[in-house]
């Protein structure tokens, strides 16, 4: 029951020395390639920098204690900071105390919110973010950061959370921009996509050993932090116009309670649940595909109670909410890290960073974190995705259009609420209007395949019909007027059988119906019958008076109904 | 095209005496009859009793042009008078000039929403107010008008249009209950619940043809009226405390158009939704059952634009919100009405009463209307449905208790609303946990069965897995799990073949989840296939390339999968 609750009880008794030195070495590794995003995803969110290294603290050390995963890395991630920063600045102004207030709070009513439906194992509840929704709102995400990113690449102002207030308020300050920053941050730039799309290779073939020229390439980010904080120093560049990080207050983060008023946490808990959601979604996705690689497993509940205590940590110590992040958990994977020890090294590096060296990122420009994030974020974009959906399905695509749409034009929120309710409402449309036909038997077979698309027996006098989809509310008049249709076009029927083979549920209003059409069939001298009733639906029928009225009979298989009447 | 859109130019045209006759008869007995409920249904929606009249004259008229049912009657009818009164009451205060002109907006937006859905041919949006939905709602609904109606019965004030604030507001005033007022109320509800449960019978063993027994049982409340009428008027109870209709202004209605403030259209909106589904249900499943009692067939879609002319109708010639009256329909019905000019005779005997004899009504007292009211009103509630409904399905039942409890409690918007979501949710949640079942081959048959329920042949290294459900993104996760905990506790398995039978769609998500199925299994060496396909859905699976990457086969049948394995 504790292991349950606690995993790090099923791992820290078995730890050795074997693993200690893996683990130390992806913790070191970890600690130097995250401060730059950290830096980064707060400043995205609209809160000071610092906080991003606050919240890779104690939020990493409280997931070693609950989480599931081996290797997931938590922190701040690029599309929760997105959130964060529209649901932050729809309720107070950026940079404002209450500003940073909100943060914590949202971060504690996200944390509780997981904790709860972890506890309740309502973890299905993510389900319903399809898979085109998630891909639609990543893709839209991505080029709301970059286009977000593109005012402090410039050294112009920019603000708003959609993309138009983006493209609105960065127009007019265009001519303000500043030479020495585009060439920082177009410098940066070039380099790391270089770094990433060529450096392995190259490195590797300028005769390093693969391993070190993977890992070289993976901190590009560091090397350019260095070199750009130096070159920024050196010349003096922040004096040129070129924004820089500036001073960072030195020190633990202080472990408090946001208090405020009730109106900020009401005004909160819908942007909460969706950062839940989604925080959720990225991170048990990618813990799944990471355990599936050494066959290990992850329980997506206790991930859930992982997550969100791993959420209040970061709102009780100052931070911002956090989730496990794709590039930092893909650092620490390659890295190494056996258990999540690895994170804890890694979050003690982070404590010491914060504690003593904060001064060495004070000529760190703005623009070399903007283009850290570019870089990475670009990687959501996935445009084929697009063509793919399109061409299986139109209403996926149709769902995966709208949240594209309407996270860019209106933002996240909006963004996927309707891509959410649009999935939803095209499902119960399709299953409302169910695909029926009128089958007949393969010759020489028992197997009964679709009149008009195989060349199968039929006898003149018996209708099977067989209906593919579950009966309820939304499609039960729709069954009615199929059968009434049925009956008045084939004057000559006698018999009526029902194929459930896919009807998996009859709720109370199409068992209503199926007593009207039982009734007005009777009228007309012809029998209903039922065949291939699955197991639970007889069950339920059972618990009616149907049974008792049916005129005809209920067939274990439709080849028993076809023998009675052929 | 015409004939579609204006159905009289079917009837019309063939129009003879013998119609005549039996509509001008039907006309007259309906005028006599509906006058009184017109009055009490405009009271009970908070109006003054005359619009209950104006709403029943015009609207009428139209609905002859644009209905499709022979018989159905429109006009106010009770439980769109609640929720009309409902939603004035929460834009302006009772009895206001802006309260009269929000009927009239509400009537045109209803008529507008009405129109707009039958062009598009959205009928089908009727079919999410789920039957235990629609049964608890008239149930709540009933209640709650019997409560509104106990202060009149008394003679004391009340207010509010949930139970609690009735309750609330009327306990206080019970001490200035009014006694002529409490006599003539409940002997009305004495007389009128009398001539309901007995009147036919016992004027029929009285020597009177069953007919006419019958027609003077249906009178009661047009007797009551008269009696209730004269005692008043003679004693002068007006005098003495008994609330009367009062001077109702004589004249045909204005024609006018209530412009109004953007901001009381936009607050009317959800409410006039509710009232057109509300009231398109009623009037059409009204108008079916007695379409099929002599076999007549009605238009769902035309009559949604038979309804929206109705209550465009309505808001233009100073009405309320109205749709086919069960009552006044079955008194239609049942004198013989032929053709929809039945109900424009009515129409017309109405507006000849309101042009010249409103004054006969002065001294109608309000307990009277109250009293019929209320035992019209209470053949709503339906107890055994409840029973029947729990035992047949929880599911149901808790979509019907809380659309009771929360009409009763929070008001009929509230009711309906969370009837209808909590419908959708369940059914979402059914879904996203699918029955799914081991099958096995009936011994010497072609045909499968679970094999926890059968006794039933199976083959080693085989697994036939049945899935009871739509692959879709709610459940995509929960298949993977399926499969993945099947593989994982039978190591000696070659083959899983997927049944999919009952399988009416594969979405985007589902087909990510196959494919990463199927790649799972690759890796341990266990083959995929599929059997029972539908052919829409291997259409489209055609337009991936998961067919390519499948393992396995794809079987037409079940069995044939069965002859290859064993």
Redesign the interface.
Known sequence: MLKRYLPILTWLPHYHKRLLGADLLAGLIVTVMVIPQSLAYALLAGLPAVVGLYASILPQLVYTLFGTSKTLAVGPVAIIALMTGAALSSVAPTGSDTYLQAALILSLLSGGMLVVMGLLKMG?FS???????ISGFLTASGILIAASQLGSLLGVESSGFTLVERLITLVPNLPTFNLPTILIGSGTLLFLIAMRRQGKVTLHKAGLPLPLADLIAKAGPVFAVVATTLITWHWQLAEAGVAVVGSIPSGLPALSFPWGDYSLWRALLIPALLISLVGFVESVSMGQMLA?KRRQRISPNQELIGLGATNLAAGFSSGMPVTGGLSRTVINYDAGAQTPAAGAFAALGIALVTMSFTGWLYYLPIATLAATITVSILTLVDIPMLR??W???R??FAAMAVTIVLTLCEGVEAGIISGVTL??AL?????????S?LVGR?PG???F??TT?HDVETVNNVALLRI???L???????LEDTVYNLVASHPELEHVVLIC?????I???A??SLDAINA?LKDSDVKLHLSEV???VMD?LK??DFLEALTGRVF??T?AAWREFS
Chains 1, 2 share one sequence.
């Open positions: 299905f389900n319903f973010l399809s898979h085109p929704v599936a793919q959906t061409r299986y399905s209403s996926d999935s939803i499902f119960l449309y399709r299953t409302s209007r169910p695909h036909a393969v077979t028992e197997h395949r679709n698309r593919d989809e579950s309820y509310f939304a499609n039960a008049r729709y083979s896919a009807v998996n549920l709720d109370a209003s068992l209503e007005r699955k197991g639970p339920q618990k009616s274990l298989s080849y």
